[in-house]
């Protein structure tokens, strides 16, 4: 099983991204989704997380507002729509699957990540 993120890039501030995160070899139907970045010089940290049905979502303070989880069971693919992006939102971003329904911040409860793509905001 793995996870596949997509749809990192570079974009000025303000701008939007929507990053994808494509499961293969499994489904994650029963599994909460969480994404986490990491940033330059700084440790990886959690964004949003969602449950397996879609039903219950957080959010790190630091993007409420502007960043939106969601997921489709049957593409099993989740999603983070990233809207007013600020130059501290440039980071490696990773999907990761919850070994619970879900949803949890904490990147110990992760079953598996993905690989992460890279997210550049310019000011």
């Known amino acids: 099983a793995q996870l596949v993120e997509s749809g990192g890039g570079e974009v000025q501030a303000g701008g939007s991204l929507r990053l994808s995160c494509a499961a293969s070899?499994?489904?994650?139907?029963?599994?909460?989704m969480g994404w986490f970045r990491q940033g330059p010089g700084k440790e990886r940290e959690f964004v949003a997380a969602i449950s397996w049905s879609g039903g219950a979502k957080l959010y790190a303070d630091s993007v409420k507002g502007r960043f939106t989880i969601s997921r489709d069971n049957a593409k099993n693919t989740v999603y983070l729509q990233m809207n007013s992006l600020k130059p501290e939102d440039t980071a490696i971003y990773y999907c990761?699957?919850?070994?619970?329904?879900?949803?949890?911040?904490?990147?110990?409860?992760?079953?598996?990540w993905g690989k992460g793509t890279l997210v550049t905001v310019s000011s």
């Open positions: 990761a699957a919850d070994r619970s329904p879900g949803p949890t911040s904490s990147p110990g409860l992760m079953d598996f």
């Open positions: 070899g499994r489904t994650l139907s029963g599994n909460g």
